[in-house]
């Protein structure tokens, strides 16, 4: 049997969660080498051949281990991860929140990253991999790209539902993520009986506007304080003193040169995305271009997504830029006849210079004000219409009819949803939607429900406070172990 060399990219060790995988791939393999990017770099599992390191590759452009010695990259490795470029670099803003780097910089770091990762898999014979959270920044995402172009078998978990506790979705590849759903639902009759973790979704959906285990002013604070930590004064006041400090021989390093030309562009970028920030649309610019919704109109709605966040970079595709999928709706708002409610997230707190007014230029579509109840637009739209969005969730339990944007979606196989790449299919959706042939009810609903209930894995993101009471770590453990070894198919 082939020697099992697994890579772990880890998103925790709160409650031992690596420990178990890495004893339970040990009971299923003689012989498995593991390697882990941990956040805290944790020396454990000594019984066991596992090496750690730090996860700073992961998210970061310039961490001075992507500066040790790696492998040259050839031409064809490059030409085959051309489709994967794209979004890498666009993840690579992730590190400041805000698009401040010149193309050429963002070149050079997608090639360091990409021998890096290239490194790491050649010299350690990397076969399998476990994404503990969706590959969703730059390092991680370019990882997430070698292993499909190499071929190598992996595994997705992906936090998506939240109801007092997250729930996860697997993969193989972001593609493929609720497929096993999707086939579950197929071969459900009746009405089964979903559980109290699903029932609590059903409910939200049914009496609120949002689905979160937190209240949206909190999370808001949350949003406000992780976009502004990065670049606060007491943050920069504190590369300033560790830059004077390197540079005096204070702070003992193994590369000096490396660290100082580290600090100083960490204190560059900084400095830039404070600059940058001034020129951001903010909720304040948002508000003065928003309209109330006319009585009895025929819309769309259409829900803004948080960015930079994992629902449009990775799993939106194409669709990243919503404006895109927007623009698609507007151009056939007239011949079927409908407005388009943009309603902002209620945690973005701005956007790109100049988006607001772009929305606004768009042929029949209307801001709506955030303080608008997301349920009762639901309720009283056309359809809905995301890419990847919980709203989509929301549509199917409130049963109304949804386009999703973008080859690969979460809920995929729901019965109101209607997948779109193209101008031809989006007509053919609306085309279906308007003349009522997307029919469904309470039962399919229950069905879909079950189906996910089934499907999931219980989990936790950042803190256990997030797992659902249900949650055991070894039970979850082992369903990802089992889908990494055996597949979809025998899940």
């Given at each position: ?36 990017y ?40 490059l030409?085959?991860?051309?489709p ?18 010149e ?32 590959p969703?920044?730059?390092?991680d ?6 292993a ?14 939240m ?24 071969n ?13 979704i059903y ?16 999370l ?15 943050v ?44 951001m ?28 966040e ?32 943009i309603?902002?997230?209620y945690?973005?707190?701005?956007r ?72 031809s ?24 429900l079950?189906?996910i ?5 219980y989990?936790?993101?950042d803190s ?7 949650y ?20």
């Amino acid at each position: 049997m082939e020697k099992e060399n697994i890579l772990i990219r880890s998103n925790g060790n709160i409650d031992g969660i690596n420990e178990e995988l890495v004893r339970l791939l040990n009971s299923r393999r003689s012989e498995v080498n593991v390697l882990i990017y941990e956040w805290n770099h944790l020396n454990i599992n000594s019984a066991y051949n596992v090496k750690y390191y730090r996860a700073r590759p992961l998210y970061t452009h310039d961490c001075l281990e992507l500066n040790e010695n790696t492998m040259p990259i050839d031409g064809k490795l490059l030409e085959s991860m051309l489709p994967y470029k794209d979004m890498a670099m666009e993840l690579m803003k992730r590190e400041t929140h805000y698009d401040v780097y010149e193309r050429k910089y963002l070149e050079d770091v997608y090639y360091k990253q990409v021998k890096y990762w290239n490194t790491t898999i050649e010299k350690n014979s990397i076969n399998s991999i476990i994404f503990m959270v969706l590959p969703h920044l730059c390092g991680d995402y370019i990882l997430y790209a070698l292993a499909r172009v190499k071929g190598i078998n992996m595994v997705l978990v992906y936090p998506q539902l939240m109801n007092k506790g997250n729930g996860s979705f697997l993969g193989k590849s972001l593609e493929n993520i609720g497929d096993s759903i999707q086939k579950a639902y197929t071969n459900i009759k009746g009405e089964p009986t979903i559980n109290e973790y699903m029932m609590g979704i059903y409910n939200n959906a049914l009496s609120t506007k949002v689905m979160s285990y937190k209240s949206p002013k909190a999370l808001q604070k949350e949003t406000i304080k992780m976009f502004h930590n990065a670049t606060g004064n007491k943050v920069v006041l504190n590369d300033i003193k560790r830059i004077i400090k390197i540079k005096l021989n204070y702070l003992k390093m193994n590369d000096k040169k490396g660290s100082l030309l580290y600090y100083k562009r960490l204190l560059y970028t900084r400095l830039k995305a404070r600059r940058y920030e001034h020129r951001m649309d903010h909720l304040d610019i948002y508000q003065k271009l928003c309209e109330f919704p006319g009585k009895d109109e025929k819309y769309v709605y259409f829900p803004l997504q948080m960015e930079p966040e994992s629902s449009l970079i990775p799993l939106a595709g194409a669709f990243k830029n919503q404006l895109i999928a927007l623009e698609m709706l507007s151009y056939y708002s007239e011949k079927y006849n409908y407005k388009i409610y943009i309603k902002e997230h209620y945690v973005q707190i701005n956007r790109s210079p100049g988006f607001y007014e772009k929305l606004k230029a768009l042929k029949n579509v209307c801001l709506i004000d955030m303080n608008q109840n997301s349920l009762e637009l639901i309720r009283g739209s056309f359809c809905v219409a995301s890419q990847t969005g919980n709203c989509l969730l929301e549509a199917l339990i409130n049963e109304k009819p949804a386009i999703a944007f973008g080859s690969g979606y979460t809920f995929k196989g729901a019965p109101n949803i209607i997948n779109v790449i193209s101008l031809s299919e989006l007509d053919e959706a609306l085309e279906r939607i308007d003349n009522n042939s997307v029919i469904f009810d309470s039962n399919d609903v229950k069905r879909y429900l079950y189906a996910i209930q089934k499907e999931m894995v219980y989990s936790y993101v950042d803190s256990l406070d997030e797992a659902y009471k249900d949650y055991n770590k070894c039970d979850t453990v082992e369903r990802i172990v089992n889908y990494l070894f055996d597949g979809a198919n025998n899940y």
